[in-house]
């Protein structure tokens, strides 16, 4: 008897688990459905309603370049909590590939020191023997 008991309660805490990690696409997703994503909240949820109305998100990396706030680590949390795009779950690879056709890096020029950010000083020794 207790045994049905307890098999039944986990039975009901198994069916309210999967249904609060029940998909929702980000495409149609009403702004409460939204909030459902663990993670996602009043705030957020209104940003991509906001910049849905614009048009639907092709993949995530449109996702993430229209939504501030949403980088790709929110959205990699996201896709584990049930949100789609356009029925796809987030891949760090292709949104990046998506990402970086459309912002190459620069080459980093040769001059540069190894941060990268102020060119390599010659030694003055360096620079008597080129004069």
Partial sequence: ?????ITAVLAALALTTS????????NQA????????????????GKITA???QGAFKDWADLVDRVSGL???NAARF????????????TPSAAAATA???????PASDKQSARGKQPARE?????AVKS
């Avoid at 030694?123 to 620079?127: I, L, Q, R, S």
């Fill in 1 to 5: 008897m207790i045994r049905q008991l």
């Fill in 19 to 26: 249904i609060a990690a029940a998909a929702a696409d980000v």
């Fill in 30 to 45: 009403t702004a409460a459905e939204l909030e459902a994503v663990k993670g996602i909240g009043p705030a957020l949820s």
């Fill in 51 to 53: 910049a849905r109305q």
């Fill in 71 to 73: 980088g790709p680590g």
């Fill in 79 to 90: 896709s584990q909590a049930g949100l789609t795009v356009a029925g796809a779950t987030y």
């Fill in 100 to 106: 970086a056709g459309a912002k190459a890096p620069k």
């Fill in 123 to 127: 030694p003055a020794a360096a620079k």
